[in-house]
């Protein structure tokens, strides 16, 4: 669930309220808990992620996040991140959320890791603790093990979907999985790229679509050009979709098999284990 750079100095930010575009923080029922951080660094680790908050309600699908995440009995706090090296993280019973701007090296900074896409990352987890549907448990085909589990797969979809959106006026590159922030390949970056990756693809954002129907019918169809935008394909073209499973499935098959066949097994034995995967 990670994130990271400064936000001092972010040339997005003056923007943002040029724009008018700063968020009620209490009308959103969020708290901004500077815990750990004493005077000055209180007052600039509060702003920062002010400005990050400002940031994405400035655009279309930060805006149907946020909305879909507002209710008076259901608080947000977003704390300084404590855990290791440039990260972020979700509380999975409470949506507290973990988050310092500025902890990565503008090195760091690739697809899917300005402060604003980890924060949006993270609110998406927010979300789905929030309306009571995040489900740790769907297993993923081989395709898609590189996003590690379910929440983080629909996570990265719908960051990747943020970063398409062309209200984001600066942001980076479609993120390719949850193994650290390489640019998707261009394959899966392709129009139904996603849902020919892999097996499961379809099935799991169906599930989705099905738990979230308000979220992912408003990213359909307030953002339905972007160049990514796989909810908006689901919603438009299911037979498609669902039609490109099969393909996905047999690239499953092939990269089980290249894996197996480097590891020196048998042919017969590598069989069996794309058989299962199938
Ligand atoms: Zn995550």
Not at 192 to 202: D, E, H, I, P, Q
Not at 250 to 263: F, G, M, N, R
């Given at each position: 669930?990670?994130?990271?750079?400064?936000?001092?100095?972010?040339?997005?930010?003056?923007?943002?309220?040029?724009?008018?575009?700063?968020?009620?923080?209490?009308?959103?029922?969020?708290?901004?808990?500077?815990?750990?951080?004493?005077?000055?660094?209180?007052?600039?680790?509060?702003?920062?992620?002010?400005?990050?908050?400002?940031?994405?309600?400035?655009?279309t699908?930060?805006?149907?996040?946020?909305n879909?995440?507002?209710?008076?009995?259901?608080?947000?706090?977003?704390?300084?991140?404590?855990?290791?090296?440039?990260?972020?993280?979700?509380?999975?019973?409470?949506?507290?959320?973990?988050?310092?701007?500025?902890?990565?090296?503008?090195?760091?900074?690739?697809?899917?890791?300005?402060?604003?896409?980890?924060?949006?990352?993270?609110l998406?987890?927010?979300?789905?603790?929030k309306?009571?549907?995040?489900?740790m448990?769907?297993?993923?085909?081989?395709?898609?093990?590189?996003?590690?589990?379910n929440?983080?797969?629909?996570a990265?979809?719908?960051?990747?979907?943020?970063?398409?959106?062309?209200?984001?006026?600066?942001?980076?590159?479609?993120?390719?999985?949850?193994?650290?922030?390489?640019?998707m390949?261009?394959?899966?970056?392709?129009?139904?790229?996603?849902?020919?990756?892999s097996k499961?693809?379809?099935?799991l954002?169906?599930?989705?679509?099905?738990?979230?129907?308000?979220?992912?019918?408003?990213?359909?169809?307030?953002?339905?050009?972007?160049?990514?935008?796989?909810?908006?394909?689901?919603?438009?073209?299911?037979?498609?979709?669902?039609?490109?499973?099969?393909?996905?499935?047999?690239?499953?098959?092939?990269?089980?098999?290249?894996?197996?066949?480097?590891?020196?097994?048998p042919?017969?034995?590598?069989?069996?284990?794309?058989?299962?995967?199938?």
């Amino acid at each position: 669930m990670p994130f990271p750079q400064a936000s001092v100095g972010d040339s997005r930010i003056p923007l943002a309220m040029e724009l008018n575009m700063a968020m009620d923080l209490a009308f959103y029922n969020f708290t901004i808990n500077p815990v750990g951080f004493a005077a000055a660094a209180a007052r600039q680790y509060v702003s920062q992620v002010t400005a990050q908050l400002d940031w994405i309600y400035s655009t279309t699908s930060g805006r149907i996040l946020l909305n879909v995440i507002r209710s008076p009995t259901f608080p947000v706090e977003i704390h300084p991140y404590t855990g290791g090296g440039c990260n972020a993280d979700t509380d999975i019973v409470s949506g507290a959320v973990s988050f310092t701007p500025g902890i990565c090296l503008p090195a760091h900074d690739q697809y899917g890791r300005l402060p604003d896409e980890l924060l949006f990352h993270e609110l998406v987890h927010v979300f789905r603790v929030k309306t009571g549907k995040l489900d740790m448990a769907p297993t993923l085909s081989y395709g898609m093990r590189r996003y590690d589990n379910n929440e983080d797969f629909i996570a990265v979809l719908c960051t990747n979907i943020y970063v398409a959106d062309r209200t984001n006026l600066v942001k980076t590159g479609l993120r390719a999985s949850h193994e650290g922030f390489k640019p998707m390949d261009p394959g899966d970056a392709a129009r139904f790229g996603l849902f020919a990756s892999s097996k499961k693809v379809f099935a799991l954002v169906q599930k989705f679509c099905k738990d979230n129907p308000i979220f992912t019918k408003a990213l359909s169809d307030k953002l339905p050009d972007v160049y990514y935008n796989p909810i908006a394909d689901y919603y438009r073209y299911p037979k498609i979709c669902e039609a490109l499973s099969i393909y996905g499935a047999t690239k499953d098959a092939s990269a089980v098999a290249a894996v197996l066949s480097a590891a020196g097994l048998p042919k017969a034995v590598v069989d069996q284990f794309v058989a299962m995967v199938l």
